[in-house]
């Protein structure tokens, strides 16, 4: 049976993507058959332009861009906003489809969220849908990326206490632009103190491999019911 595993921000441009493909890229090294799969990505011109492609290519994966991803807007605006502006309404069917499909692939498969979990994917007449409502159809885990700075203490607990009060599991915490000293070692001691969850690692500027044992990073995915 395949495990899953969400990846979210604590909101934009946290390095999110980045820090997916550095996880991808260190199971796969480890031998561990790891997938990826986004619902919605906008701001893109093409799928090898976007998110999935940077993660396809750092990662090693060299799947085929139609197991990837299934929405992609070129319009560089939240999902839902792009949605209607393209006329191309996310569809929770083909969403869970699609998933599957790359669940029947790999088995661990990483899903990466747009944006933080508030993020809408679609807000129209018809239906409203947010990045927690994919965790939910897809019965995910989380697993939170925030920066490792000034700021971050309040970031990454607001975003976990809104996972955990919404019904959403999260299994650890990556902190991103790591630089060390008092004020960010604090942070980390700061947030596991009051999430009670732990950061799992810490991501350097231009690092091309994520510091932790491959099997603690195995062990944070779920399996797929």
């Not at 925030?146 to 650890?172: C, P």
């Not at 700061?190 to 491959?214: F, G, H, R, W, Y």
Request: glycine residues 10%.
């Amino acid at each position: 049976m395949a495990k899953g595993l969400f990846i979210t921000g604590t909101g934009t441009d946290v390095g999110k993507t980045y820090v997916t493909a550095l996880l991808v890229k260190k199971m796969r090294a480890a031998g561990f058959n790891t997938g990826y799969y986004k619902a919605a990505i906008s701001g893109a011109a093409s799928v090898a332009a976007s998110d999935a492609g940077y993660v396809n290519k750092v990662g090693d994966i060299q799947e085929d861009e139609k197991l990837l991803l299934s929405y992609l807007y070129k319009t560089a605006v939240s999902p839902h906003l792009a949605a209607q502006l393209e006329g191309n309404p996310v569809e929770r069917s083909k969403i869970e489809q699609d998933f599957a499909n790359v669940i029947a692939r790999y088995p661990y498969v990483t899903v990466e969220g747009s944006g933080g979990i508030i993020c809408p994917i679609r807000y129209d007449e018809k239906a409203h849908y947010f990045l927690e409502d994919v965790v939910h159809w897809l019965k995910l885990p989380v697993l939170v990326v925030g920066l490792a700075g000034l700021g971050t203490i309040n970031d990454v607990v607001l975003t976990v206490y809104y996972l955990e009060q919404h019904g959403m599991e999260v299994r650890g915490i990556i902190l991103n632009h790591y630089q060390g000293g008092v004020m960010e070692e604090d942070n980390i001691k700061m947030i596991e103190a009051i999430t009670k969850k732990q950061v799992v690692a810490l991501v350097k500027d231009d690092a091309e491999s994520l510091e932790i044992d491959p099997q603690i990073l195995a062990g944070l995915y779920k399996e797929v019911k």
